[in-house]
């Protein structure tokens, strides 16, 4: 005796595969890239975190508008954690990602960085250079010295 299938089934069946597989698929990380770059004040700090190891997320990227010809600071300071958190990498780049300025950590937990620009957009990246790293809370601040 051959057995149908109802339309109830199948449908059921694709709505719980569906949910399966977008329940496990990892949400785009939309700063990872130069134009996701996500847009801060100048003079505010901003706090966000970088998990390499287990998330894939190496790299965050942001966005300032400087209002004229002078230079761009950059101060990243690691939030305190239960254990040493993993070094990183600040940089600075023009508006087509051609790089500025790169500073490491090492084993330091504030890290200042400067770069000469002109008036418009300027791209800062904070990053994890070994992807093993695992996870770094950190904060960040962007100000501009004509």
Not at 21 to 30: F, R, W
Not at 71 to 99: D, K, M, W
Not at 126 to 139: E, F, H, I, K, N
Request: net charge positive; with cysteine; proline share 8%.
């Amino acid at each position: 005796m051959k057995h149908r299938c109802t339309g109830a089934v199948p449908a059921l069946t694709m709505l719980l595969g569906l949910a399966l597989v977008t329940g496990c698929m990892k949400k785009p990380d939309l700063n990872a890239r130069p134009e996701g770059a996500t847009p801060l004040e100048l003079g505010v700090w901003h706090e966000d975190s970088l998990d390499c190891a287990d998330s894939g997320d190496c790299r965050d990227w942001f966005r300032v508008v400087v209002p004229g010809k002078g230079r761009v600071l950059v101060e990243a300071v690691r939030v305190a954690q239960a254990e040493a958190g993993p070094p990183f990498r600040l940089e600075i780049a023009n508006p087509s990602g051609a790089e500025l300025a790169r500073l490491e950590s090492k084993d330091r937990d504030r890290v200042r960085l400067a770069a000469r620009t002109i008036p418009g957009q300027v791209l800062v990246a904070m990053a994890l250079p070994d992807p093993r790293s695992g996870a770094l809370r950190y904060q960040l601040k962007i100000t501009f010295e004509p």
